[in-house]
């Protein structure tokens, strides 16, 4: 994959921790609940996209097994890279640091592995002067492959960290829109008031979505109830989001559909307003080209 494909992919995905809005966990709403959740989706729209440079570090020569923990190796590379691209790291309009790992193990243990692993990455690049209103991180678990996860090479191949240098601020146009206005309480079927406001939205961005590379749907929850229902709900309602906008024209080969389970919190979950805040579905928008 070469960087521009790549980038308008992982990059995108690596946006997702900044904003958004899906539920699993909230009672039934009353119409009044429901007509203000639907006033509260938000539309952003960027104006074109591009990316300085690249860096793909397999994560065995940055981590011990199993460990989040960024060894003198890992630092020493991304300090060869750091000097090798310097400018392009201090210009950049966003650092994207995103994790991956193969398909081993528990995939709710590695999504949180990998978003631990980009997280670390990106303390140390913090440490070292980057600056940390620039830094973005995501953890992709085994969902983003770069080769074959039934050989050994293949899984180390996955097993990684990249790092995005993304040139221009008018990269992302999103859609993001509360769970509760789309689904009624721990259902992944779409309620007719959420196929109206999907269908709305579209007509909305209709030449947005004509001039798309990639049409990310991720689906978000709280921390409510356990790793692998969230994660399990997440998926079914940003693949049904995704059958829905198919359904409506939209090219399905340049959709991506993912759930991130209760891995990417934007408030607190402590509070019913935090709670309500990260159950959230996000319809995502990179590489337009002007």
Same mark, same amino acid.
């Not at 960024?70 to 991304?78: A, F, M, V, W």
């Not at 601020?169 to 309620?191: C, G, H, I, Y």
């Given at each position: 994959?070469?960087?521009?494909?790549?980038?308008?992919?992982?990059?995108?995905?690596?946006?997702?921790?900044?904003?958004?809005?899906?539920?699993?966990?909230?009672?039934?709403?009353?119409?009044?609940?429901?007509?203000?959740?639907?006033?509260?989706?938000?539309? $952003?729209?960027?104006?074109?996209?591009?990316?300085?440079?690249?860096? =793909?570090?397999?994560?065995?020569?940055?981590?011990?097994?199993?460990?989040?923990?960024?060894?003198?190796?890992?630092?020493?590379?991304?300090?060869?890279?750091?000097? +090798?691209?310097?400018?392009?790291?201090?210009?950049?309009?966003?650092?994207?640091?995103?994790?991956?790992?193969?398909?081993? =193990?528990?995939?709710?243990?590695?999504?949180?592995?990998? %978003?631990?692993?980009?997280?670390? $990455?990106?303390?140390?690049?913090?440490?070292?002067?980057?600056?940390?209103?620039?830094?973005?991180?995501?953890?992709?678990?085994?969902?983003?492959?770069?080769?074959?996860?039934?050989?050994?090479?293949?899984?180390?191949?996955?097993?990684?960290?990249?790092?995005?240098?993304?040139?221009?601020?008018?990269?992302?146009?999103?859609?993001?829109?509360?769970?509760?206005?789309?689904?009624?309480?721990?259902?992944?079927?779409?309620?007719?008031?959420?196929?109206?406001?999907?269908?709305?939205?579209?007509?909305?961005?209709?030449?947005?979505?004509?001039?798309?590379?990639?049409?990310?749907?991720?689906?978000?929850?709280?921390?409510?109830?356990?790793?692998?229902?969230?994660?399990?709900?997440?998926?079914?309602?940003?693949?049904?989001?995704?059958?829905?906008?198919?359904?409506? =024209?939209?090219?399905?080969? +340049?959709? $991506?559909?993912?759930?991130?389970?209760?891995?990417?919190?934007?408030?607190?979950?402590?509070?019913?307003?935090?709670?309500?805040?990260?159950?959230? $579905? %996000?319809?995502?928008?990179?590489?337009?080209?002007?």
């Amino acid at each position: 994959m070469n960087i521009k494909s790549k980038i308008v992919v992982t990059g995108l995905l690596g946006l997702l921790s900044t904003s958004g809005l899906m539920s699993g966990c909230s009672p039934a709403m009353t119409q009044s609940e429901r007509e203000q959740a639907i006033t509260q989706v938000e539309m $952003v729209k960027g104006e074109g996209t591009g990316v300085m440079a690249d860096i =793909g570090i397999v994560s065995a020569s940055m981590f011990a097994f199993d460990s989040a923990e960024l060894n003198q190796e890992g630092k020493d590379t991304i300090q060869a890279y750091r000097e +090798k691209l310097g400018p392009e790291l201090t210009d950049a309009f966003m650092v994207l640091i995103v994790g991956h790992t193969d398909t081993s =193990g528990d995939e709710g243990h590695n999504m949180k592995l990998s %978003q631990a692993r980009a997280d670390s $990455v990106a303390e140390h690049l913090k440490s070292e002067g980057v600056d940390a209103s620039k830094i973005e991180t995501l953890g992709l678990g085994p969902t983003s492959p770069i080769a074959s996860n039934d050989t050994r090479e293949g899984r180390i191949q996955n097993r990684r960290v990249d790092i995005y240098a993304i040139a221009e601020v008018r990269a992302l146009d999103r859609m993001n829109f509360p769970s509760a206005a789309l689904f009624e309480r721990d259902s992944s079927e779409l309620s007719d008031e959420g196929k109206a406001l999907i269908k709305r939205n579209i007509e909305t961005g209709k030449e947005m979505f004509s001039r798309a590379n990639a049409i990310i749907v991720v689906g978000h929850t709280d921390d409510k109830w356990d790793d692998e229902w969230n994660m399990k709900l997440s998926k079914e309602r940003a693949a049904t989001v995704t059958a829905f906008l198919e359904s409506q =024209g939209l090219d399905p080969s +340049k959709i $991506v559909t993912t759930g991130a389970g209760e891995s990417l919190p934007i408030a607190d979950n402590k509070t019913k307003a935090g709670r309500a805040q990260n159950r959230r $579905v %996000q319809v995502l928008v990179l590489g337009r080209t002007n």
